[in-house]
């Protein structure tokens, strides 16, 4: 069984700083996406960038990018130039591809951005 | 294109009742997933299913939970006798037949359930 792990439950940075959140999973496949959503007050889950497991290029979408270290299962998210909207909990997830394709989430990283 | 609906986005019910959460999935999707969050959780997948069919219910509980989608009309997951440990936010995700559409999930607004 796949298992995803957000070491860092909160974080704090002061608007237009740059902060990273980490992310390390665990399987025994080769072929998977990972993927990092939003989670605002609203509690509306927001697909914020996704990285396919063979495509060894970092995803990038405007301000967020991912740092994917497959030998080390790694995969951090970078916002860059924060913003007061980005306040949010941040979850890191994990699909298998073929079969069910359910995400595996992890346990969530709140982050405030601060004035 | 509405996206993925689900209703009630609250829900309140007293121990023992039902719990009925709809979920309609994003026009020409035919893929849904049902996941919970429990309160300071990430969301953990319940159940899975194609149009009438139940393809993955791995993480749904054996007892007192179910979950259909019809031919026509939305997916419900169903909470006979509610408890407390029940409360929790439930989401519906969708996707699509596509090409990779597999892959991107499209989450709902959730339905908050509350067990008093």
């Known amino acids: 069984a796949q298992t995803v792990t957000q070491s860092q439950p909160e974080m704090s940075v002061q608007e237009a700083e740059t902060v990273t959140l980490s992310c390390t999973y665990d399987?025994?496949?080769?072929?998977?996406?990972l993927f990092w959503y939003k989670q605002p007050p609203s509690r509306q889950m927001i697909l914020v960038i996704r990285?396919?497991?063979?495509?060894?290029q970092n995803a990038t979408e405007n301000r967020f990018s991912v740092n994917f270290q497959k030998a080390a299962k790694s995969f951090s998210l970078k916002i860059s130039d924060s913003q007061l909207g980005d306040t949010a909990m941040y979850f890191c997830?994990?699909?298998?591809?073929?079969?069910?394709?359910?995400?595996?989430f992890g346990q969530g990283t709140r982050l405030t951005i601060n004035p | 294109n509405a996206g993925v609906m689900q209703n009630p986005r609250h829900l309140v019910r007293r121990r023992g009742q039902e719990a009925r959460l709809r979920c309609s999935p994003m026009?020409?999707?035919?893929?849904v997933y049902w996941y919970r969050q429990l309160p300071e959780e990430g969301l953990k997948f319940m159940v899975y299913?194609?149009?009438?069919?139940?393809?993955?219910e791995s993480g749904m509980p054996k007892e007192r939970f179910s979950a259909e989608f019809p031919k026509e009309g939305p997916s419900i997951l169903r909470i006979q006798q509610v408890v407390r440990g029940d409360s929790a936010a439930y989401f519906c995700?969708?996707?699509?037949?596509?090409?990779?559409?597999?892959?991107?999930?499209?989450f709902g607004p959730g339905t908050r359930l509350t067990v008093t």
């Open positions: 399987t025994s496949e080769n072929n998977y996406y």
């Open positions: 995700a969708s996707s699509s037949d596509e090409r990779g559409g597999r892959n991107e999930q499209y």
């Open positions: 299913l194609q149009k009438e069919n139940i393809i993955d």
């Open positions: 997830a994990f699909m298998k591809r073929g079969g069910a394709q359910k995400l595996v």
């Open positions: 026009k020409g999707h035919s893929h």
């Open positions: 990285q396919e497991a063979y495509k060894q």
